[in-house]
C-alpha cells in the first residue's frame, strides 16, 4: 500500500488546490495589477502534465482537488483535463472534484463541469453594485457572472459565494449579499484580504476589514451558532438563526488556521509551495519531465511535504501597503 503523505507535524495531505494558469479575464484590485505579465505558455504546464500531476497526488492520497488560476475556465481546452479527472472519482480513488471561478465562463462551461463530476463550485463576488463590480475587477462585467452563477444552480452545481471584506468598498452591502445569498440557497464565505504580491496603487491596509468585526455585525441583526462542520478547507462556519444560512470566515490575518492544516498549492509551472503565507517551494515540473516514470516524481511531492512548515507568517501590524509574499495569488492560485 502506498504510504500517505504526512507533514512534519503529523498532518495528513488529502488536499491539492492546483493553478492550471496564471491567466485571467479579470483584474481584481486586490489581486492583480492592472498591467500583469503573465508567464511564457512554455514554462505552464500541459493538460497531460497537470494529468499525470494530480494523478500522483491521488495515488499518495489526495482525496479532494479543486482547480485554480488564474481564471482556470480561460484554460484553452480545460474541460479535457475536468474529464480526465474524473476517472478518478469513477474509481472513488478521489472524494470531491472542484473548482474556484471568477464565473465569467461559467454560463459556457458549467453543464460540462457537472457531467464531469464537479458537485460544487466556489464563485468569486464582492459586490453586487455593477459599477462597483466593474471598479473592483477592472474589465469585468456583473451581468455576465450572474448568469453562470444562473447557468451552475441549473445544472445541479451547489454554489458557495466567496466574498473578499473589503473596507470603504463592500461594508455596507453585508447583509446585501448575505440576504441575496439565502435568497438563492448559496452559502457565502467571508475572506480577509492576504498581502499577497505589488498590486501597483492599491494600499492593502485601508482595504482590510476584520472579520471579526463583521461576525459582530451579523450578530447585530440575528444570533450566530458556530458550526464544528469543515468542508477541508480554512473556513470556520456560523449558522444564522433567523435564515438558517451557513456564513464561513476565512481569518488569516486575525485568526490563523494553521493548526489544521491538510492542504498543499501546485502552481500553474509545477512549483509546489506547502503554505500560501510562505516563500518557500519545491519545483515538481523538473522531476515530471524528466522521465516518463512517476517514481521520481512522487519521491519529489515527499519531499516537499516533508518541508512543509507549522503556519504562515502573514500580520498586518507591519504596516506594509505591498506583498508580504512576493508572488501573486493569481501565479500561486487561488
Not at 516524481?297 to 506594509?320: C, M, N, T, V, W
Request: net charge neutral.
Amino acid at each position: 500500500m502506498t504510504q500517505p503523505l504526512i507533514d512534519p507535524f503529523a498532518r495528513a495531505i488529502s488536499y491539492l488546490r492546483v493553478s492550471v494558469t496564471d491567466r485571467c479575464d479579470f483584474r481584481c484590485v486586490y489581486c492583480m495589477s492592472e498591467n500583469m505579465t503573465f508567464l511564457p505558455k512554455k514554462d505552464l504546464l500541459s493538460l497531460e502534465e497537470l494529468d499525470r500531476l494530480c494523478s500522483s497526488f491521488v495515488r499518495l492520497g489526495v482525496k479532494k482537488l479543486r482547480v485554480t488560476g488564474g481564471e482556470p475556465l480561460v484554460r484553452r481546452d480545460i474541460m479535457t483535463f475536468f474529464r480526465s479527472m474524473t476517472r478518478h472519482l469513477d474509481s472513488g480513488a478521489l472524494e470531491e472534484l472542484t473548482v474556484t471561478t471568477n464565473g465569467s465562463q461559467l454560463e459556457k462551461y458549467a453543464a460540462d463541469l457537472a457531467a464531469a463530476g464537479v458537485k460544487r463550485i466556489n464563485v468569486s463576488l464582492d459586490t453586487l453594485d455593477e459599477q462597483k463590480f466593474a471598479d473592483i475587477t477592472r474589465w469585468g462585467r456583473l451581468p455576465q457572472v450572474i448568469r453562470g452563477i444562473d447557468a451552475a444552480q441549473k445544472a445541479g452545481l451547489r454554489v458557495k459565494i466567496n466574498t473578499v471584506a473589503l473596507a470603504g468598498f463592500n461594508e455596507d452591502e453585508l447583509f446585501t449579499l448575505t440576504d441575496w445569498c439565502a435568497s438563492r440557497d448559496m452559502d457565502i464565505t467571508f475572506i480577509e484580504v492576504m498581502p499577497m504580491g505589488d498590486i501597483g496603487n492599491e494600499d492593502r491596509i485601508t482595504q482590510y476589514w476584520s472579520l471579526k468585526d463583521l461576525r459582530a455585525r451579523l450578530a447585530e441583526r440575528t444570533t450566530l451558532t458556530d458550526l464544528p462542520e469543515s468542508t477541508g478547507g480554512p473556513a470556520r462556519y456560523v449558522r444564522l438563526d433567523d435564515t438558517q444560512q451557513k456564513i464561513g470566515f476565512i481569518t488569516p490575518l486575525s485568526h490563523n488556521f494553521c493548526e489544521s492544516c491538510n492542504r498543499v498549492r501546485v502552481t500553474c509551472t509545477g512549483e509546489i509551495y506547502t503554505c500560501l503565507g510562505q516563500e518557500g517551494h519545491s519545483d515538481l515540473r523538473g522531476p515530471l519531465r524528466s522521465s516518463e516514470s512517476d517514481a521520481h516524481l512522487e519521491d519529489a511531492i515527499r519531499h516537499a511535504i516533508s518541508l512543509k512548515p507549522k503556519g504562515h507568517d502573514f500580520d498586518y501590524s507591519r504596516q506594509k501597503a505591498n506583498g508580504q509574499v512576493s508572488r501573486h495569488m493569481s501565479h500561486t492560485g487561488g
